[in-house]
């Protein structure tokens, strides 16, 4: 119950395309839901985050889609760069950051 | 504002060795977060710490891995004795009520 689902395992598009990442969760006790990118080499950097209580969540090029019904949220990425280029982790936690679970990751790759 | 500092960046042992790292959190950051992340997957919850205080180390292998806050500031993850099956970056994050500032990582590989 405590684990969050991602897919795809790694996604390539164009420039300007929009991609899609996908993540379920079973623990309804969750209530914060974190995109993280990470770069080689480096750590996790939090790019938005949404709580269940909206169903969209916007900030600049990236949103979250939430339905909480279904259990799952998306990550979107308008107009995609070659430097958005890295992985992507949804994750979980219960409110405070209590119980904090990352998804196994996307490797995203815009070709220029 | 400085981010979260870790040391060693990279280090290299062999089984049954004993190993240490060391992280400085974001100041007046009180809850502390010690992760492994083993490549091509997601980071994995070690332990977390509020101020010196330990929240969940539910999945922190506690026959072989060991953590301490002291002060509520620093803090020391140390695996005694290492397997091979450790090899992976150990990343420490701080954080502000929910938003988690990860720092760089310590790469570790076991021979």
């Known amino acids: 119950q405590q684990q969050v689902k991602q897919s795809p395992q790694s996604l390539i598009v164009q420039k300007g395309g929009i991609p899609i990442i996908n993540c379920a969760y079973e623990?309804?006790?969750?209530?914060?839901f974190p995109w993280y990118q990470q770069f080689p080499g480096k750590g996790p950097a939090l790019l938005i985050a949404?709580?269940?209580?909206?169903s969209e969540k916007k900030e600049g090029r990236f949103t979250i889609s939430f339905n909480k019904s279904a259990k799952q949220f998306s990550l979107h990425i308008m107009d995609s760069q070659p430097g958005d280029s890295a992985t992507y982790f949804c994750?979980?936690?219960?409110?405070?950051?209590?119980?904090?679970?990352f998804g196994p990751g996307t490797r995203l790759s815009v070709l220029p | 504002e400085a981010g979260v500092a870790q040391s060693p960046r990279y280090k290299i042992i062999e089984k049954r060795q004993s190993v240490a790292f060391w992280c400085n959190p974001i100041?007046?950051?009180?809850?502390l977060y010690w992760y492994q992340q083993i490549l091509g997957q997601g980071p994995k919850l070690l332990i977390q710490?509020?101020?010196?205080?330990?929240?969940?180390d539910s999945q922190l292998p506690k026959d072989r891995f060991s953590a301490e806050r002291l002060k509520g500031v620093d803090s020391t993850l140390k695996i005694q004795p290492a397997k091979l099956e450790d090899s992976a970056v150990y990343l420490c994050?701080?954080?502000?009520?929910?938003?988690?500032?990860f720092g760089p990582g310590t790469r570790l590989t076991v021979l």
């Open positions: 994750a979980a936690s219960k409110w405070y950051g209590q119980n904090f679970v």
């Open positions: 623990n309804t006790a969750f209530d914060y």
């Open positions: 949404i709580r269940p209580d909206v």
């Open positions: 100041s007046g950051h009180a809850t």
């Open positions: 710490f509020q101020n010196n205080g330990v929240v969940d």
């Open positions: 994050a701080s954080a502000s009520l929910n938003e988690q500032f």
